[in-house]
């Protein structure tokens, strides 16, 4: 009885240390895949507000008034704050886990403000962009 005891114990000890390895490997796995959205739209995104901010002409859509200038600044400090997030983002670092939460609901507010407020249905693919962030964040975090 003793050696079966024993075996089944050690088993049972392999058996859960795998599993934590393969959550944990798969939170890793969901952190990078965040982080390389968190990368991808925010180049994405910065560079149309570069473009519709500085080049553009008001004909194709560039700033023209206060509110558009609001919007544009807004739309470059997310750009920016994405990047951060995709460098900043590690695992343990919780801060830094609910600051991208954070900035992913903004950047969903924000797609809200340019698809009411300008009717502009190329915003729509972002919110795709946004919920696969948000699940990745909630995959990393599910094993900790």
Known sequence: GYC????????????????????????????????VLFALAGLVTLAGGIFFTFVATPEQGGVSTAAD???????????????????LLRPGRIGIFWFAVGLVLLH?????????????????PFFLV?????????????SR
């Not at 946004?130 to 599910?142: F, K």
């Open 108 to 124: 969903l507010v924000f797609g809200l403000v340019k698809l009411f407020g300008y009717q502009e249905y190329e915003s729509m």
């Open 4 to 35: 079966l005891r024993r075996f089944r114990g050690s088993n049972l000890r392999s058996m859960s240390t795998a599993t934590a390895a393969a959550t944990s490997r798969s939170s890793r796995v969901a952190l990078i895949v965040a982080r």
């Open 130 to 142: 946004d919920a696969a962030i948000l699940v990745s964040l909630a995959l990393s975090r599910r």
């Open 69 to 87: 200038w609001g919007v544009a600044v807004w739309s470059i400090a997310m750009s920016i704050a994405y990047l951060a997030a995709a460098v």
